[in-house]
């Protein structure tokens, strides 16, 4: 491996790169992700909203497509673009405009697979951004995966850093299955090491990022690097935290998880998602059902409470789970006793 | 602060094992040190006094800040203390300039792009050392040994086709395929002769590459650490496993026969096998490469003839509790070469037990 620092930004953008110069049935498109590229008097402008398909119009010119803003319109030609050979691969600007495009995806994209008796596939990616931080009020701040997780015949990938973030967008963009691809809009500028070669990491395998003995955190997305700064914390105060990154929650590597809370006996989950019905309850009532025996505390959440994301800055910090949050829970869990 | 590993920026002397005062040579073990991958002891590539311990056991340093001082003892005092106060200032900025670990360059060999770690400074009179991984290692798997010899030599580490950060085409993926790799890379940077250490099928690789028309004279002795090549019993199962495990699940029973503790098989060593296993086109190289290694349950290579029309000092280095390729192989060896069996070390004797692979290696090169 040749490694160098990337942003989460530019290893999605090498991922992209990479996969569309392997394999000309790679196309991109959605809303500015050429961004004016093309047009007179501008070369390459945005390259989506934030910046992440900045560059590939010049590489791969007719591949990148710039959309009109109407979610059900591209979402669907992508949807039907991979059921004919392309691999598109579509960036839904922000999760929570999923609204105005969810038939496309639940009805249409999900489905065809099995009602077609597997002679179709759909090998098309949807790179969306979700998560709170960014001061982007209700409508583009949600942590709305949980629907997709929801839905048979989706897969649903959540990169918690910027190695996840390129390997796991490759495999999404190879996998023949469509692919809900949850980019956290917080992380972009977070860096990371990252191989120069092309790689990939394989759907429903957790990640076991810190190995500890009292308690098991599992945590998504950007709530993975609050989980190793609460492991962190833990430590110093003589807890040992085990903590766990599924990176992929359809498939869930639930083995990873049974087996870590077997060892530990407690388990803490970490869901930016809205509480109810969401990763964190999902995945308690599987390790209660499968592994009751091997609990020696109840299982704490730690999300946000069920309200919309505030705009108000004090509330919005006040909304995401903190790394003290974790670390209260993850105290409450070791210390509970009948 | 050593550089143990490409990506390692710091680390934690744990345990002293000196004190000042204590006279100490090359090979004296100095200290245990503790990385985020790995712990190890640092051994002296120096001759000398220990005249002061720098940094407090468990504090992190960063690679290159001055840990110990060593000088003769007729250095006055005042001006250890000076050194001292000198280095612990620059802890305290973290003004501190890494040059000490090895450079990783790229070379075209043969249409293969070859990353290899350059270290040390040498003269007419030390030939260099180049050093060739096993299957699925890397140069990264000489951390230990390679800083000490190059204490007065040049040194290079290299990444076979298919591993660590060169091309991962294999071409044939033979030994003496290889073998013409390796003797390519010495043309390449232009070494006209050189000590060989070769591990596991690097061990193979650099019998054949002695033993090879292009390589006469350009090999001035060979060190093995558990060849392949010199008996039939090989872990036929550990070569097709690990080219087949997919998940930490599946590699990490593989991984255990590796070693003879098998506490060193940690998450970070389960981690970095996984990320060089999920590169493009590395499946395919260690695929390629299994079949030339093995034939039903044993081994397919054989350079024991090779090893026997080579005129220069053969040294071997054997685990007993070598699981993957066994010290039973070892008899191959007899007659041709000082074979050291070592205690408490299986497959990975380099990483295991490292000041005995040195003293092997200086056993070969005569110094």
């Keep these: 491996m040749a490694i160098r620092k990337l942003s989460y930004r530019e290893a999605i953008n090498e991922a992209l790169a990479q996969e569309m110069e392997r394999d000309p049935s790679v196309i991109v498109m959605g809303e500015d992700n050429a961004g004016g590229a093309g047009a007179p008097g501008e070369d390459d402008a945005w390259g989506g909203v934030l910046g992440v398909t900045k560059g590939l119009y010049d590489k791969f010119p007719g591949r990148v497509l710039d959309t009109p803003i109407t979610e059900s319109a591209f979402v669907g030609a992508a949807v039907g673009a ?16 999923a609204g105005v495009c969810l038939d496309q995806i639940m009805n249409q994209a999900a489905k065809f697979r099995y009602m077609f008796g597997g002679k179709a596939v759909t090998p098309v990616v949807i790179r969306t951004m979700y998560g709170a931080g960014l001061r982007a009020a209700a409508q583009h701040s949600q942590a709305f995966y949980p629907v997709f997780t929801h839905l048979p015949g989706l897969k649903v990938v959540l990169p918690s850093s910027p190695y996840e973030a390129k390997g796991l967008l490759i495999q999404s963009i190879r996998d023949n299955d469509p692919v809900i691809f949850c980019e956290h809009k917080a992380m972009y500028d977070v860096t990371g090491d990252v191989p120069e070669e092309s790689y990939t990491i394989p759907f429903g395998e957790a990640n076991v990022v810190r190995e500890g003995d009292d308690v098991t955190i599992v945590a998504l997305g950007r709530m993975v690097s609050f989980a190793q700064q609460a492991a962190e914390e833990l430590e110093s105060s003589g807890v040992s935290a085990e903590v766990i990154d599924p990176r992929t929650v359809s498939p869930l590597d639930l083995d990873t998880i049974l087996e870590s809370v077997q060892n530990t006996g407690r388990l803490v989950v970490v869901d930016e998602a809205s509480p109810r019905c969401n990763l964190a309850t999902d995945i308690s009532a599987q390790v209660v059902s499968e592994a009751f025996g091997d609990l020696k505390a109840p299982i704490k959440m730690v999300s946000p409470p069920h309200v919309p994301v505030p705009f108000a800055e004090p509330l919005e910090d006040l909304y995401i789970p903190s790394v003290q949050d974790i670390v209260n829970a993850a105290k409450t869990v070791t210390e509970w006793s009948k | 602060m050593p550089k143990w590993g490409l990506s390692m920026e710091a680390g934690k ?32 590539t120096w001759t000398g006094v220990v005249r002061a311990l720098v940094v407090e056991v468990n504090v992190s340093v960063p690679v290159g800040g001055t840990i110990a001082v060593v000088a003769p003892a007729d250095v006055p005092q005042d001006e250890i203390d000076a050194v001292v106060a000198e280095a612990r200032e620059q802890l305290e900025s973290g003004a501190i300039e890494d040059d000490s670990g090895p450079k990783v360059q790229t070379i075209e060999v043969g249409g293969h792009q070859i990353s290899y770690a350059v270290l040390g400074e040498g003269d007419s009179e030390h030939d260099p050392v180049v050093f060739v991984h096993g299957y699925g290692g890397d140069k990264n798997s000489w951390l230990f040994v390679q800083e000490p010899i190059s204490a007065d030599r040049v040194t290079y580490a290299l990444d076979l086709p298919g591993h660590g950060a060169s091309s991962k085409g294999v071409g044939e993926g033979t030994v003496p395929s290889l073998a013409k790799v390796l003797l390519g890379f010495l043309d390449a940077v232009g070494v006209s002769r050189a000590h060989l250490v ?50 930490r699940r599946e590699l990490k029973p593989h991984l255990l026969n590796l070693f003879a503790d098998p506490g060193l098989v940690n998450r970070q060593l389960i981690d970095d096998l996984l990320k060089y296993k999920r590169l493009d086109g590395v499946d395919e190289a260690l695929r390629t490469l299994v079949a030339g290694l093995v034939e039903g349950d044993k081994s397919a290579v054989d350079v024991t003839a090779d090893a026997a029309g080579f005129g220069g000092p053969v040294v071997a280095v054997w685990g007993r509790e070598d699981k993957i390729v066994p010290a039973s192989n070892a008899g191959g060896l007899s007659g041709s070469a000082t074979v050291h069996l070592v205690d408490g070390a299986g497959h990975m004797a380099h990483m295991e037990k490292p000041h005995d692979v040195i003293a092997a290696i200086r056993e070969a090169t005569g110094t």
């Design chain 2, 198 to 247: 070769g591990h596991s099928m690097g061990g193979a690789v650099i019998t054949a590459a002695a033993a090879d028309p292009s390589g006469s004279g350009k090999v001035a002795s060979l060190t093995l650490i558990s060849p392949v090549g010199y008996g039939p019993d090989i872990n036929a199962e550990y070569l097709r496993g690990f080219a087949e495990a997919e998940s």
């Design chain 2, 13 to 44: 002397v744990t345990d002293w094992l000196v004190s000042v005062g204590d006279e100490i040579e090359n090979g004296t073990e100095l200290c245990e040190i503790d990385t985020d991958k790995i712990a190890g002891e640092l051994e002296s």
């Design chain 1, 82 to 97: 991979a059921t004919r050979g392309l691999r598109p691969v579509a960036e839904l600007m922000f999760i929570d405009f």
